[in-house]
């Protein structure tokens, strides 16, 4: 499956008060010619339980307004790129990407959030690798409906249940769908953008690639 990124429509996640982040993610999209861009005004809703670690106090609000944005695409019924605006554009990048036929997901953005996540190579060349277990979120290409559907049934009930990041139900459910991304990540969460957490390194270095998955159990 042949896409290229800038004629997909893409999704931006983004608090009123941010407007340098408005006006950086603007000349991101000038930049690279996306011509199918579309702002979301991020709901604001903070984790008011206890425990909650520094830095991921807006979870809720995040989780929420990336479950409209995949709303949306569920609704326009073709591939919708969400991304978060503290992204930074790898040198890596490239805007016509070769995805397998059978992809629900895409992360064009991964991290090295956890240890236990599973990266393998497909073996054709193009560096594309399976993954499950990847805490990652600021920038994926969803496109199935079955992938989406699940999202929109059960991630903020499991999020407000548990207390948790959205982004780890995502990985407690991407090994039973077809979820690719590229060894080299194309986009990282740039440190600059980002005052509460500092997740560049994490999210800008390779993966880890692997030439078979693991059969370990990770409890959650």
């Known amino acids: 499956m042949k896409i290229d990124l800038r004629n ?3 999704q931006w996640v983004n608090l009123d008060e941010k407007t340098d982040n408005a006006q950086y993610m603007q000349g991101i999209f000038d930049k690279y010619g996306f011509e199918n861009t579309h702002r979301f005004s991020a709901i604001k809703k903070d984790a008011t339980h206890e425990n909650v670690r ?4 807006h979870y809720p609000g995040i989780a929420e307004s990336q479950v409209a944005c995949m709303k949306n695409i ?20 490239n805007p016509v ?3 397998p036929d059978d992809a629900d997901a895409f992360y064009l953005g991964t991290s090295h959030g956890d240890s236990n996540y599973q990266a393998v190579d497909l073996g054709q060349g193009n560096g594309i690798c399976k993954i499950s277990r990847m805490l990652s979120a600021h920038a994926i290409l969803h496109i199935s409906d079955r992938w989406l559907q699940r999202i ?4 903020l009930d499991w999020m407000y249940a548990t207390n948790r990041p ?12 077809n979820i690719y991304s590229f060894h080299n990540p194309f986009f990282y969460q740039a440190d600059e953008r980002n005052n509460a957490n500092k997740w560049e390194q994490m999210t800008r270095t390779p993966l880890k690639v692997k030439k078979k998955f693991s059969t370990r159990t990770i409890v959650l």
Do not use: K
């Not at 919708?80 to 930074?88: A, K, N, P, R, S």
């Not at 929109?152 to 991630?155: G, L």
């Not at 959205?166 to 769908?177: R, T």
């Open 54 to 57: 520094p830095g991921e106090e």
């Open 8 to 10: 997909v429509y893409t």
């Open 152 to 155: 929109q049934d059960e991630t």
């Open 74 to 93: 569920l609704e326009r019924g073709e591939p919708g790129l969400i991304l978060e605006d503290d992204i930074g554009v790898s040198d890596h990048f």
């Open 97 to 99: 990407i070769e995805i």
């Open 166 to 177: 959205f982004d780890v139900h995502l990985y407690s459910i991407q090994a039973d769908y």
